[in-house]
């Protein structure tokens, strides 16, 4: 009895101990609204200081979400996801909400920890040498195409020229 | 009798198509060396080189080939822009194609239609890591594509011809702001740059402020200009203006949506000093009126399903909505399945009326236009005053814009066809979404977001959607931004050179 009371509270007041993706969330706002929910994903773009609190956006890979956390909690995160890095992996347990009043509406979750799960690191980008080699190619082209017409035009001026 | 086309004709087309065709491969060096000198992205940069090579390639071929120097027709200047923009739809593809971020040529080539119309209908994969120079290009695009593809080769390489006023007449446009079009060209394209330097400025302050670092604070201010003023709605990141958190942010964005929404002619009469025009003119009263009574019934809508627990958050959130849809920039603070699964029906109609109306003419948006909509009123109650007056009363029915207009006949029958033309493309570009099954009122948001170009999505627009929906808004796009007549002249010249004798 004890324990089917304590399964019943756990699922109305700490919703979801498993991460639930950011589709679900959107998808189903209205019944998540409100509760505590468990997000993961990587950290994109700036971290916004706002006072003593940030906004950090989150993407699981599907859509990204703000979240609303304390300064302090985010010292660890060192990188952020863009086209040269990929951002840590982190794990937020916050409440989600909706439409956030004191954030003028936003769906976002306000953040009451974060767990960093995996690190990001620098994007390598090889150099593509084949793109190299089409575009030394096409200059030739570019510069033949141009010698000849302009030997054109002046083989036609001449001759105008003579008669 | 169809008369075929004649050598001459295509000649005049293809010169002209190569010209514009140049220019638009000179414009790809601009992410290039900013690719290559300043984001330090030497991938992306040689993405855009070679791109660049290939139009200016194709151009130079196309102008030597069909070299002429003879005047442009109305059927030749209506080709030429209707044909530039899929050439430059199809060559600009080709650097985002080469990014790895899109999952298909056509989806390229539909981000880059949606770019050119000031759509802003997305198919971007993982946008969050796209680079600088591809991003840039992204934003350019309506930068490019609001003033005028057709016209960046009016005002850079045409001298000045009866046939460059109907290569602008082509573009959707046929207001002359000043006495040569030229000139008119090149002071859309002024006007344009100045503001993108102060807007740029003043985003990128707000955007330190909130947080962003220096750096991305401009480039983000720059991007969000452009596609702001340009009524385009395209963001550097996946969640659009939801990215930044901040009403601040928000209040900037609106004020350039609204100025990008305005007509050219109006931006000139106040450069000139005449505020007055503001107050006066036909289709700042006609956007003032439809907008607060789209924004009351998106209210009520909203209100009714309490959506938002207090009038402030509805404010925020309707009102930032409204005005991007209205204006037909596209801008989102929401999630595309939010207008689904919490407006509801009412907020909804609010939305896609507003969406369909769109912003003024002669400027960067979308949809019927500030101005045909008050036409369509004064022909109302010039009609009414017929009626009531006796029959032989003289009945005038005047209006101002600019100057004051005495409405006619002929006038009220082109903005009716127009009207009707643009509500005949919402509705069976809604068919089609139903045909494949997506619901009515999501398929006319949809439909009517991308006809009028302005960018808002319910959840339809995604890459896995069907191949021809692709293809059905690309050509809702490109037909909805020229106002349809370049894109008839296109397909009557293709049946006269099939047909024709």
Redesign the interface.
Known sequence: MFMACSLWLLAFGYSFAQPISSIELINNAKFYDGKIVVYTGEVIGDMMARGEYAWINVNDGNNAIGIWIKRELIGDILYTGNYQQKGDLVEIKGKFNRACVEHGGDLEIHAESITKIGSGSTILHQVNQKEINLILGLTGIIVAVLLLRNAKLHFYKSKGNKT | MILKPQLNDIKNIAYYVGKVTIGLGFTMFVPFIMGLVFFK????A??F??SA??A??CG??LT?VCATDKELNWMQGMVIVSLSWLVAMVLSAIPLT?SGHYKSFLDACFETMSGFTTTGLTLVQDL?????SHNLWRHLGPFIGGQGIAIIALALFMKGSAGSFKVYVGEGRDEKILPNVIHTARFIWLISIVYLVIGTIALGIVGMR????PQ?AFFHGACIFMAGYDTAGFAP???NI????S?IF?IVTIIIMIVGSLNFNLHYQLWKGNRKELVKNIETRTLLLSAMLTFFIVAVGLNKLG????I???F??GFFQLVSGHTTTGYM???A??FI??WGDLALVGMIIAMALGGCACSTAGGIKMLRVGIIFEALQQDIKKIALPENAIVTQKFHHIKTVFLEDAQARAVLLITMSYITIYVLGALIGVWYGYPFLNSLFESTSAAANVGLSCGITDASMPAILKVTYIIQMWAGRLEFMSVFALFGFLIAAIKGK
């Open positions: 992205e030497v991938n992306p040689l993405d080189l070679l090579e290939i200016v390639f130079l071929l030597w080469l969050d890591h796209l680079s600088y909130i947080g962003l670092k991305n990141q996946s969640q939801l990215y930044y958190h009403a928000e959506v938002y627990s207090n402030f958050t509805l925020r959130k603070t929401i999630y399945q939010q699964k919490e």
